[in-house]
């Protein structure tokens, strides 16, 4: 190889070289801008950021599914509550109950939907009211409106199983939250008159509906809250 040859091989790593040189943030640009286009800006690899939640505007909750319910206490955003108010409907109408008919047990089951939750599976304390105020299907509801509600007709205090299945009877219900109710209450359901259950209309009207709703206090860390299939099969009060 040829002195001149080896020379111009030398030359051209050096060019290399200095044309991969790093450039500074500053520099980024040049020299393809005009000097009176250059921001000026100053550069940084590190930062803090300081933020703060703030309250949402409230969501149409009519005919959601699945629907919320817990209570949880995150030690970062701190205690979310999750409730829910509910209409029972007919399965059939005009059933016979017999002459006399005495109730042996009263139980509502709300079904778990799919095993989802937020938080953990700490135990907790579910109750159940009796709604007074007329849930209405042509109305429009919104998850910051809370309705009026007044007897307690049951609880349960459990640890959320969301996965093992339960038999009932002959039937076999999917994991579900189950109250046993107070069935000097709910005996008044067979002593009705026979217009209480001719339709969702009659029936409605003396029963408004019921809230589902937590009344766990829970510690930083503790606490769920957990989806629920208002709407599956199973989700029903049985006489």
């Known amino acids: 190889m040829s002195r001149q040859i080896r020379y111009f091989f030398f030359l051209s790593l050096i060019a290399l070289a200095v044309s991969c040189k790093k450039k500074a943030p500053e520099d980024i640009g040049l020299p393809l801008l005009p000097g009176d286009d250059i921001l000026n800006a100053s550069f940084t690899d590190t930062l803090t950021l300081v933020t703060h939640t703030v309250k949402d ?7 959601v599914t699945p629907m919320l319910l817990g209570n949880m206490n995150d030690p970062v955003f701190g205690v979310s509550k999750a409730s829910i ?36 599976l700490a135990p907790q304390k579910f ?23 007044t007897t307690e007709l049951g609880s349960a205090y459990i640890t959320p199983n969301l996965t093992d299945s339960v038999n ?6 999917p994991p579900h939250l ?7 209450y709910f005996q008044g359901f067979l002593n009705k008159p026979a217009t209480f259950y001719t339709g969702n209309s009659a029936f409605q009207a003396d029963f408004k509906g019921f809230y589902l709703a937590s009344s766990s206090t829970s510690a930083s860390g503790q606490g769920g809250i ?12 049985t006489l």
């Open 178 to 184: 189950r109250f046993q109710l107070d069935k000097n």
């Open 85 to 120: 108010f509910a209409q029972l409907a007919l399965t059939k109408t005009n059933p016979v109950f017999g002459t006399n008919p005495v109730l042996d047990s009263a139980v509502l089951s709300v079904v778990y939907s799919s095993g989802q939750y937020y938080g953990t």
């Open 57 to 63: 505007d409230s969501v149409a909750t009519k005919n």
């Open 127 to 149: 109750k159940l009211y009796e709604v007074t105020d007329v849930i209405s299907k042509d109305s429009v509801y919104y998850s910051n409106r809370k309705l009026q509600y």
């Open 168 to 173: 009932v009877d002959t039937l076999r219900f």
């Open 226 to 237: 957990f989806y629920m299939d208002m709407v599956s099969s199973f989700t029903r009060l």
